[in-house]
């Protein structure tokens, strides 16, 4: 007997990915629904090679649902995940309304899936950042092997982050550059994003930091370790899909680069790609679309002591948000807290 699982939020870039992640990864589902809000309602989304109708959320029962995977925004999270919970489902949820509540796992399966035997105190399970996401699946074996002890990330994250009106309009800007008279104003993002940069997501806060930038040091500290110091630059570039991060590590103990690449080739979720020659590394283009988290460029970082350099990239889709999704679904059925 499989599963009945919701999807809330069924028609945006990650609603759609986690459809087509449940499909792709033959998920023990008897049935899936697609949700969105009643404005949404009525639209086509595919499931495998079935075509769904979404279904208004407002008027959808949730007691005869195992479980609700959520991509609806924090808004929609805050007000609809107890509900859903109260209903009987367990929620998984994209947003970032749940990640820093006390009683609420935040889980990557590759890196602390045992945070889900706690999911019963509220029925919520919290999907990290994108970036956080990628970055921590690498920085976990490591830590277990030599203990971080300072991390510093600038990372270069595609404008499929900030929802489809960024990409419509890095695509529009793009035309508009060369296209005499056409508009290329910024509306989406505070500057030009087209052919250009943006060292800013999400709002500032008082310390100078970005809400992003906070968002990746307070959930690696609850996913992997509260010691661990992590300092972080986010910056918006001209890419459609795939984060990069270019990381610098400094550890408590001696780890040598062939010790750390030999490490990340036998840990889960990773690929090393780093043949130090021109074309020996991954670029956004090429994580497109796939679920492993790549990592080349591994060298010493010489400014410290037990230090180590490194480049980063995933699928903010799927690693940083639908696949992570999935795969917390899919542990906790290994861990035997799914009930059909």
Not at 11 to 39: K, Q, Y
Not at 190 to 204: E, G, L, S
Not at 247 to 270: C, W
Not at 277 to 293: K, Q
């Amino acid at each position: 007997m499989g599963y009945k699982i919701a999807v809330v939020g069924a028609t945006g870039n990650v609603g759609r990915e986690m459809m087509n992640v449940l499909s792709e990864r033959e998920f023990p589902a008897d049935e899936v629904i697609a949700l969105a809000s009643r404005r949404s309602a009525g639209s086509d989304v595919s499931y495998g090679e079935q075509t769904l109708k979404c279904k208004d959320l407002e008027q959808f029962d949730f007691a005869t649902v195992d479980l609700c995977l959520m991509s609806a925004g924090s808004t929609v999270a805050k007000e609809w995940a107890p509900k859903i919970a109260s209903a009987g489902a367990i929620v998984i949820d994209n947003s970032s309304c749940w990640r820093y509540d006390a009683d609420v796992p935040l889980v990557v399966p590759e890196v602390n899936p045992e945070a889900l035997d706690d999911f019963k105190k509220k029925r919520i399970i919290a999907n990290p950042n994108c970036s956080t996401a990628q970055l921590v699946v690498a920085l976990k074996p490591l830590h277990d092997a030599a203990g971080l002890k300072r991390v510093v990330v600038s990372t270069y994250q595609s404008v499929s982050g900030a929802g489809k009106d960024a990409m419509d309009e890095l695509w529009h800007q793009t035309k508009g550059v060369y296209v005499p008279g056409q508009e290329v104003e910024a509306h989406k993002f505070p500057k030009q994003i087209a052919f250009n940069c943006i060292p800013h997501i999400d709002v500032f806060m008082e310390d100078g930091y970005t809400k992003e930038e906070w968002k990746m040091m307070a959930e690696t500290k609850k996913i992997m370790d509260r010691k661990i110091k992590l300092s972080a630059t986010c910056v918006r570039v001209p890419v459609f899909v795939s984060h990069c991060e270019s990381v610098n590590l400094e550890f408590e103990r001696p780890i040598t680069v062939d010790e750390a690449r030999e490490i990340l080739r036998q840990s889960p979720g990773m690929i090393v790609f780093d043949k130090r020659e021109e074309g020996g590394y991954i670029t956004p283009v090429e994580a497109a679309g796939e679920f492993a988290t790549y990592v080349s460029r591994i060298r010493e970082d010489a400014t410290v002591e037990n230090g180590l350099a490194m480049w980063i990239v995933s699928d903010n889709l799927l690693k940083g948000a639908a696949l992570n999704t999935v795969q917390i679904a899919e542990t906790m059925i290994n861990r035997k807290l799914l009930d059909a």
